[in-house]
Structures are given as structure tokens and as C-alpha cells.
């Protein structure tokens, strides 16, 4: 028998070229102890941030192959314009489906996670080599990225079997919601929530769970599960990720009655996060989006559509010091999906969006 099994291999090898391998282990580790720590809360009123409800319907881009802007209408002035209009469709045709959240580990790669909508709690990473397609001049011509799956007569374009060499298409996993994916600046891995969901904003389970993606193959080799509990106060999990510098994890969510900021470690077998002591009054928008982390300006961004605001994180330090002054806030026009903020060293934002999924970058530090 095991000399049939060796003569299949051999054979298998010679027909495909490489030897056959089973799919990657993917392993959980459950965290007994509570993974929250709670102290004393007290109330601030950020009221330099302003309540951005969501519109009833979204601005829906006319011409996807348009370069676009999208400005500040209140508060502090940027302007966002394209760097990358996304693929659509994408490899083979494919329908990837929403852009959920965006990641980026310097220059060198940008990671997207795609939620098709018709795969409940599903989804794929897409990782993109932005230092290549740069150097193609992409920029320039955010077109050819966005049309890099589009055939002519029957055949791709020299250029376009070249941006597919920039581009890697991960697997369908469970993501959950899939707006966390975020980059260690620290231990240089990838990790996001798995926050599945019975319906929009109703998750499965009052566990927490964390997924280390493995960036060679966009899928996750191992997640930790845990309860944030604590005298009282009990979360699901959160839906938004970032990291800072020094590996120091964030997430903010809405109980009902002001922001919450949790600032924790994320281990190998275990997760830890506080819930810093200062409630917010005022949030940023109705939808809970994203939160990014300025490694410049060191301010941690919290995202809903259309609206911005951000403080220095520093201040969440002990007892936390944030005062309504720490606070910057943008509101904007027009009324897209702000799915995510990253950076790639620099202080310019990397803004994700839907409808016309594309990537625009700030036009100064932001």
C-alpha cells in the first residue's frame, strides 16, 4: 500500500509539476481566564466631535473609471484623491465582492478583505504589491489596475499580465463582518476579528475571537478564543482593529451610551485588553467603520461614513488624559462607505471606500 501511495505521488508530481500537500493546519486556542480588565469610567464630552448619521442612501459613483476627491465639508480641512481604483471584477471574473477593511505593512504590500455578499460571514484577502504597481506608474493610471481582469478580444495585455504578478488572491474563510484586518507594526503579523454575525450587527456568540492570518498564504493558521467580561461589563468582541508602533492593539465599540476605547496585547495563545477609563459622549457616525493609527502623528482615528475623528494615543495612558481639546473631527462629502483607514509609513491616510471600491490617499498629514 504505501508503495502504491508513493507511486501516485510520483506520478502526481510529474503531471502538476509539485507535490501534492494537504490544507494548512488551522488551530484554536481557548483563553480561560477573561481577556478584559476594567477600572473606574467617567464621562467625557468630546463635543468637538460631531454626529454624522448615516445617509439614507449612498452617493453611488457614475464613472468608475474617474479619478474622484472626497473633501472635508466641517472641521478639520483634507482632501482624499484616488491612488488605486480597485479591480472590478476581479481574477477570473470573480465577484470579490465589498471591500471591508484595508492594512498596510509599509510600502511593500496593501491587503484588502473582500465580503461577497452573498457568502453569509465569508470572505477573502486580497494583497496587492503597491511597490511594484508604483513603479509601473499605476498611480498615474489607477485605470489599469481597475480594469487589470478586463480581456481584449479574448486576451490580456502585456501590462496586464503584469499587474497580475502584483496581485494575490487569498482563499474564502469565515471573516465575520471582515472590517478588522490590521497590521503589528511590532511583531509584523496580520490579525482580525472573527465576528460572525446572525444578522447585521447581531453577532453569533458572546466569544471573542482573534485570527492570526498568515501572510504566504491570506488565510489564518490559528485563532485565539476569550470572553471580555469584567464587573459588570461584557463584550462580544469588537469589529474594528489597529496597532501602534510599540504593538499596543485598539478597538472602540457603542454599548448605548457613549464610545468605549479597549487598549490591550495580543499574544500568541492569549489576548489581554483594558477598557481605558474615558467614555466618550459623542461619536463620529451612526456605523461603527474602522479604526486607524497615524505612526507619524501617533492619533488614533476612529471611522464612521463620511466622518473622522481622532485623538492622540497617548493620552489613553493610566487614568487616560484625553480632554475635548485632544480631539481633531472632518466631516465629508459625499456620502460614501468609509470602510478603513491605513498607512504605509508616512502621515497620509489611505482612505478604503465602496461604491466604486477604490483607495485615495490624504493630501497632507492626516
Known amino acids: 500500500m504505501r508503495l502504491f501511495k508513493a507511486l501516485i505521488c510520483a506520478i ?6 509539485a507535490p501534492i500537500t494537504a490544507h494548512a493546519k488551522y488551530h484554536v486556542y481557548h483563553q ?9 469610567l467617567r464621562n467625557l464630552n468630546n463635543s468637538k466631535v460631531h454626529y454624522v448619521k448615516v445617509p439614507k442612501q449612498y452617493y453611488h459613483v457614475s464613472n468608475t473609471d474617474d479619478e474622484h476627491t472626497i473633501k472635508a465639508e ?10 488605486y481604483l480597485l479591480p472590478l471584477p476581479g481574477k477570473n471574473g470573480q465577484r470579490w465582492g465589498n471591500p471591508q477593511s484595508i492594512a498596510m505593512n509599509g510600502k511593500h504590500y496593501m491587503y484588502i478583505v473582500y465580503c461577497p455578499t452573498n ?18 506608474g499605476i498611480q498615474l493610471h489607477p485605470q489599469q489596475l481597475k480594469n487589470a481582469y ?13 499587474i497580475h504578478k502584483y496581485i494575490k488572491v487569498g482563499p474564502i474563510f469565515t471573516t465575520g463582518h471582515g472590517q478588522s484586518l490590521a497590521y503589528n507594526w511590532k511583531n509584523h503579523g496580520l490579525y482580525m476579528w472573527r465576528d460572525k454575525e446572525k444578522a447585521p450587527r447581531i453577532p453569533v456568540s458572546n466569544w471573542g475571537y482573534i485570527q492570526h492570518i498568515k501572510a504566504s498564504t491570506l488565510r489564518p493558521d490559528y485563532a485565539i478564543r476569550f470572553r471580555l467580561h469584567s464587573h459588570g461589563v461584557s463584550v462580544p468582541g469588537g469589529h474594528d482593529l489597529t496597532f501602534d508602533h510599540s504593538g499596543n492593539a485598539y478597538f472602540w465599540s457603542f454599548p448605548g451610551w457613549g464610545a468605549y476605547i479597549f487598549k490591550g496585547k495580543i499574544h500568541h495563545k492569549s489576548v489581554h485588553f483594558r477598557l481605558t477609563h474615558q467614555v466618550l459622549k459623542h461619536l463620529p457616525g451612526t456605523r461603527i467603520q474602522s479604526m486607524g493609527y497615524n505612526p507619524v502623528r501617533k492619533r488614533l482615528l476612529m471611522l ?7 485623538f492622540p494615543a497617548k493620552k489613553l495612558n493610566g487614568h487616560g488624559h484625553l480632554t475635548n481639546n485632544s480631539f481633531e473631527w472632518t466631516q465629508f462629502g459625499p456620502k460614501r462607505e468609509f470602510e478603513g483607514i491605513a498607512y504605509d509609513g508616512s502621515s497620509r491616510g489611505n482612505l478604503l471606500v465602496n461604491h466604486c471600491p477604490e483607495v485615495l490617499q490624504a493630501n497632507h498629514s492626516y
Open 74 to 83: 466641517r472641521g478639520t480641512k483634507v482632501t482624499f484623491r484616488t491612488r
Open 119 to 136: 457568502l453569509h460571514n465569508k470572505g477573502r484577502i486580497v494583497r496587492f504589491n503597491i511597490k511594484k504597481l508604483d513603479a509601473m
Open 12 to 17: 502526481l508530481f510529474l503531471v502538476v509539476g
Open 304 to 310: 464612521s461614513d463620511a466622518s473622522i475623528a481622532s
Open 32 to 40: 480561560r481566564s477573561s481577556a478584559l480588565h476594567k477600572g473606574s
Open 150 to 162: 478586463h480581456k481584449h478580444h479574448g486576451k490580456y495585455s502585456k501590462t496586464q499580465k503584469q
